[in-house]
Nanobody, 133 residues
Framework: QVQLVESGGGLVQPGGSLRLSCAASEFPPDYYGIGWFRQAPGKEREGVACLVITDGTTYYADSVEGRFTISKDNAKNTVYLQMNRLEPEDTAVYYC??????????????????????????WGRGTQVTVSS
């Protein structure tokens, strides 16, 4: 079973950058994705970026497009989330999870409650990101 561990969170000023890491015990099967998700206090968990492990195709939520970049290192079984031009609204606990092939787009375009059966799995424990001056 895939196990995921997030790291790299912290406190950063608005306009700053952070890089999150998601270390996997093993990458999921072909055409699965690994996604980054976040949950702010009092809000529903939402998808921000997803990467298809097989070919590196990436998908982003509109709110982070152009500011966040998801990437992978096959040798380290790790997926990264580079976050630039951070805003206070990006403050949240960030999680990574595996994503079924049929969900790699909808996890960043729909509320997770509407993704359908077999939503993201193998959640990590999360890492806190706080954007504040």
């Amino acid at each position: 079973q895939v196990q995921l561990v997030e790291s790299g969170g912290g406190l950063v000023q608005p306009g700053g950058s952070l890089r999150l890491s998601c270390a996997a015990s093993e990458f999921p099967p072909d055409y699965y994705g690994i996604g980054w998700f976040r949950q702010a206090p009092g809000k529903e968990r939402e998808g921000v970026a997803c990467l298809v492990i097989t070919d590196g195709t990436t998908y982003y939520a509109d709110s982070v497009e152009g500011r966040f970049t998801i990437s992978k290192d096959n040798a380290k079984n790790t997926v990264y989330l580079q976050m630039n031009r951070l805003e206070p609204e990006d403050t949240a606990v960030y999680y990574c999870a595996t994503v079924r092939p049929e969900h790699v787009i909808v996890v960043v375009t729909l509320p997770l409650s509407k993704v359908g059966p077999g939503g993201p799995e193998h959640w990590g424990r999360g890492t806190q990101v706080t954007v504040s001056s």
